[in-house]
């Protein structure tokens, strides 16, 4: 069964830091691109960033960029993101998704989810 | 920044009614950047719809996508009771991902 599985959040105060982790199962875990998103709570979904199964391509949104790192190691099939200076308004859930994979044409989509790890910044 | 504007906001419709969901972006989008997806309270999101109008694994045929360039659709031929949630559409420009505002489908 392809499935993901996210870890690491809790409650962390304003400044402090926070790694989130993704067990990726049932897939070849380095072919994939994977993803990152959040989702304040009563709030829509909001992308946070990207890495390709070699890491050659890194991206971030702007609401993080600089405050956050993403890595993978696909010996373990696993997926992390490293949160730092945390502020209020990156509570929410984070998800891992995965990245849509077609044999000819160049898809932008998340096909497969985790169930979330909530990240809490208060004091 | 491409930004995507979801309509309705709230669509209140009865189950075996037809619903139409609107997705417009304020720059052109290419087809295979143009993603559909249901969320229900408490899940995570799933995807319906990938490069405008193609549906991913398991999503059942009354589910539908169309449109091009700067406006989207997704059209819910016969609703049935498990197809009331939040839509979002979602699209891939200058190496980042955006998400509509989401369309919130509820039972009249």
């Known amino acids: 069964e392809v499935q993901l599985v996210e870890s690491g959040g809790g409650l962390v105060k304003p400044g402090g830091s926070l790694r989130l982790s993704c067990a990726a199962s049932?897939?070849?875990?380095?072919?994939?691109?994977m993803n990152w998103v959040r989702q304040a709570p009563g709030k829509g979904l909001e992308w946070v960033s990207s890495i390709s199964g070699g890491t050659t391509y890194i991206d971030y949104a702007d609401s993080l960029k600089g405050r956050c790192t993403i890595s993978r190691d696909n010996a373990k099939n696993s997926l992390y993101l490293q949160m730092s200076s945390l502020r209020a308004e990156d509570t929410a859930v984070y998800y891992c998704?995965?990245?849509?994979?077609?044999?000819?044409?160049?898809?932008?989509?998340?096909?497969?989810w985790g169930q979330g790890t909530t990240v809490t910044v208060s004091s | 920044e491409i930004v995507l504007t979801q309509s309705p906001g709230t669509l209140s419709l009865s189950p075996g009614e037809r619903a139409t969901l609107s997705c417009r972006a304020s720059?052109?989008?290419?087809?295979?950047?143009l993603a559909w997806y249901q969320q229900k309270p408490g899940q995570a999101p799933r995807l319906l719809i990938y490069g405008a109008s193609s549906r991913a694994t398991g999503i059942p045929d009354r589910f539908s996508g169309s449109g091009s360039e700067t406006d989207f659709t997704l059209t819910i031929s016969r609703l049935e009771p498990e197809d009331f949630a939040v839509y979002y559409c979602?699209?891939?420009?200058?190496?980042?991902?955006?998400f509509g505002q989401g369309t919130k489908l509820e039972i009249k």
């Open positions: 979602q699209q891939y420009g200058s190496s980042s991902y955006t």
């Open positions: 049932g897939f070849t875990f380095s072919s994939y691109t």
């Open positions: 720059q052109y989008v290419s087809y295979s950047y």
């Open positions: 998704a995965r990245r849509v994979v077609a044999t000819i044409t160049d898809y932008f989509a998340m096909d497969v």
